[in-house]
């Protein structure tokens, strides 16, 4: 099997050379079934973490333009091998539960078109020392969304042949999102098919968590920002005849200003402007979906807190998009 592993890495000189030694511990390298293939995909840094990532073994590939659906884009259907047949894509700044993680991550593809690791909080992973706040937050993760039909950008892999199906528009502040819709409806030329992604149960990662309430609103802000963009694309496509959506996404994909023209075009949309109501409305419907849940005077005060959050970061996504800020907050 040919596995081509691409990471992401933007500004990460402070970790880069950590991070390719925990590549090169990967047990994928060594299996006699797999030819491996490590790409660093160093893209609009202005630090040095190209040559930081210099390592026998490992190819870097240093561009001088950042984004990471543009760099996407670039190492599915540029870097990879051409008779690649699965294609890793990894985050520069996370940690794998342990040296087998890449290698499980391929073997657990089955029949998904995507096969996802299990995103796991760094406060959670080791709960030593944590702050009142830190505990809030590990506590808070993880409610809403299944890691399992997500697409976690973090760490995740494809079938090379069913990459190659998608193009990103540039500039895209949430790619993964993105993606996930494409691949769950072919690029919105067919109805949901969930099947196409999973999770691979006995995979998992770690990553950097927010430690700061300020810092999560702003993390949480610049995630609704680029999922109200999404929509605003998803919108432009499902207007244009089914045949030519895939063709409109290539034409995306080598536009720096398809995705300019869609927001100037399509927001505000009445009656909610920028942001549909239902990112400020979804922890509620949940909760009404579990009426028992609000006989419970703990989970009221967690739906009422978490509302209150809720509406902090819907408004601070309205006021960024409303100053021209959204498409490159992230």
């Known amino acids: 099997m040919r596995v081509d592993i691409g990471v992401f890495a933007h500004n990460e000189a402070a970790g880069i050379a950590a991070m390719v030694a925990r590549l090169l511990a990967q047990d994928i390298l060594q299996d006699a079934a797999i030819s491996a293939r490590v790409v660093v995909l160093a893209n609009g840094c202005v630090d040095d973490t190209a040559a930081r990532a210099q390592r026998p073994g490992i190819e870097v590939v240093d561009m001088a333009e950042g984004g990471k659906s543009r760099t996407w884009n670039r190492f599915v259907h540029d870097l990879s091998r051409s008779d690649a047949e699965v294609l890793v894509f990894v985050d520069a700044d996370i940690e794998f539960c342990d040296a087998g993680a890449l290698r499980r991550l391929v073997q657990a593809m089955a ?35 299944d890691w399992r039909s997500a697409i976690c950008g973090q760490l995740y892999a494809m079938p090379a042949g069913k990459a190659r199906l998608f193009r990103l528009p540039i500039g895209l502040p949430v ?56 929509l605003a694309a998803y919108q432009v496509l499902a207007a244009i005849p089914v045949a030519m959506r895939h063709i409109e996404l290539a034409r995306a994909s080598a536009d720096p200003r398809w995705l300019d023209l869609v927001l100037q075009n399509g927001l505000p949309r009445w009656p909610f402007g920028y942001v549909p109501g239902h990112f400020l409305l979804k922890r509620l419907r949940r909760a009404a979906t579990r009426p028992r849940d609000l006989l419970r005077p703990r989970h009221v005060v967690v739906t009422v807190l978490g509302f209150g959050f809720d509406l902090i970061v819907y408004c601070r996504a309205q006021w960024a998009m409303f100053r021209g800020t959204g498409a490159g907050h992230w």
Request: proline residues 3%; glycine residues 10%.
């Open 111 to 145: 029949g998904h078109w995507v096969i996802n690791s299990q995103p796991i909080k760094d406060i959670v992973a080791r709960p030593h020392n944590l702050s009142g706040t830190d505990k809030i937050i590990a506590a808070a993760g993880g409610g809403l969304d």
């Open 175 to 230: 790619e993964d999102g993105f993606l996930r819709a494409m691949v769950l409806t072919d690029a919105l030329t067919g109805p949901e098919d969930f099947s196409r992604i999973g999770g691979a149960e006995d995979v998992s990662h770690i990553y950097t968590s927010e430690r700061s309430i300020a810092a999560l609103v702003r993390h949480q802000t610049r995630i609704v920002i680029g999922s109200a963009i999404n």
